[in-house]
């Protein structure tokens, strides 16, 4: 079982950046692909983006396209989103988690809040 831990949630204003991290520990974590997630209230978990083991592809969801930018950093075990032009319905905890080869999101990270002012 991979350990994830986000950080870099906050308030920020509407049209502001903010970037989340991901750390991860346990086993390799270049063995896997990563993606972010996030639930606001009242709301089903929905993804947000994903990358592949080595970086070399990533998707996003429609809404977030354009905006947000996935990567990570193997030699540190860790993902980032890079999130701008934010705007309130990106408000959410956002999540990371680990994909297996069989495609499962099987590990999870307690998730980091993010609020977006209008």
């Known amino acids: 079982q991979v350990e994830l831990a986000e950080s870099g949630g906050g308030l920020v204003q509407a049209g502001g950046s903010l970037r989340l991290s991901c750390v991860a520990s346990?086993?390799?974590?270049?063995?896997?692909?990563m993606g972010w997630f996030r639930q606001a209230p009242g709301k089903e978990r929905e993804f947000v983006a994903k990358?592949?083991?080595?970086?070399?592809?990533?998707t996003y969801a429609d809404s977030v396209k354009g905006r947000f930018t996935i990567s990570r950093d193997n030699a540190k075990n860790t993902v980032y989103l890079q999130m701008n032009s934010l705007k309130p319905e990106d408000t959410a905890i956002y999540s990371c988690a680990t994909q297996t080869i069989a495609l499962a999101w099987d590990s999870w990270g307690q998730g980091t809040q993010v609020t977006v002012s209008s």
């Open positions: 990358i592949r083991r080595t970086g070399g592809g990533t």
């Open positions: 346990g086993r390799t974590f270049s063995s896997y692909a």
